[in-house]
């Protein structure tokens, strides 16, 4: 196999979308959309815009909800793309246009958390509550890691394996960010040795979302 050499403006390799809600300083939601986002057992690892309204507001208050959206919601969160919660709009995002009142922007539904402030977005089948153990400068100064560790998890009973605290691989298909195209899972190729929801689990046809 040959390969050429290039230079891609950027990396998304192709990743979920989340959508991150977190608290404003007047303690209204602000929600944003991202894809930069790895989990290691129950810490979720996020890598947010140093001029972001959600950087900002975790800096000062940690509690955030992870949400994450299935294929069918790409189009809310396409209307988030180009909002910002920042007023004045920062330099960085000359494309961006303030607006505070996200949730209602994107046509999404904020509902009460259990353990932190900020919502969770009812649509989404996944949604983590969490707290921000760690917000640090990123390598090269443009971004900010955050370190979230999750306190809750909530999910749509579809996606459960039944009488299990498993999601099942075959009913969730995550909304992929695939160098800046939106994109739904394919049919299952396999699964890992250590996986805990082998196909002999499965008695149900797969749903869509």
């Not at 192709?14 to 809600?21: F, K």
């Not at 494309?95 to 969770?120: C, D, N």
């Not at 917000?135 to 100064?141: K, N, S």
Request: charged share 20%; aromatic share 8%.
């Amino acid at each position: 196999m040959e390969h050429v050499t290039i230079a891609p403006s950027i990396l998304y390799v192709g990743t979920p979308v989340a959508l991150l809600a977190t608290e404003n300083p007047d303690g209204s939601a602000n929600l944003a959309p991202m894809s930069s986002a790895w989990a290691l057992g129950q810490v979720v690892v996020l890598g947010l815009g140093a001029e972001g309204q959600t950087a900002a507001n975790l800096a000062e208050r940690p509690d955030l909800t992870i949400n994450f959206p299935g294929p069918d919601h790409w189009p809310a969160v396409e209307r988030l793309a180009p909002l910002t919660g920042r007023d004045p709009v920062p330099a960085s995002k000359p494309r961006f246009q303030y607006e505070p009142e996200k949730f209602a922007a994107a046509g999404l539904t904020p509902a009460p958390a259990e353990l932190v402030g900020s919502p969770v977005v009812a649509e989404c089948p996944l949604q983590l509550e969490a707290t921000a153990a760690a917000v640090r400068r990123d390598a090269g100064e443009e971004f900010v890691i955050v370190e979230a560790r999750v306190l809750r998890v909530h999910a749509d009973p579809d996606v459960v394996v039944p009488g299990t605290q498993h999601v099942d691989p075959t009913r969730w298909s995550p909304l992929i960010y695939n160098f800046r195209h939106y994109f739904g899972l394919g049919e299952e190729l396999g699964h890992s040795f250590r996986s805990e929801t082998p196909r002999v689990w499965r008695s149900a046809p797969s749903k869509g979302l």
